[in-house]
């Protein structure tokens, strides 16, 4: 995964997850629903950057295989 995919998926994360205990410690349901929100667009940011790893790999391994 890209570095900046990492670092954007995991500030998504950590900004979330602090929204979502301000939200419960405030007893604020929108601002927990927005921190849980958040945290799972960080995790789908982390995954559509671990999915574009995974295609660039393969096209580099059909593309050795070719050049062979």
Excluded: P, Y
Aim: glycine residues 12%.
């Amino acid at each position: 995964m890209s570095l900046d995919d990492k670092i954007d998926g995991t500030k998504d994360k950590v900004t979330g997850k602090a929204k979502e205990v301000e939200g419960k410690v405030t007893g604020d349901k929108t601002r927990e629903a927005q921190g849980k929100a958040e945290g799972l667009l960080g995790k789908a940011k982390e995954k559509f950057g671990e999915a574009k790893d995974a295609v660039k790999d393969a096209a580099d391994d059909l593309k050795n295989k070719f050049d062979k």
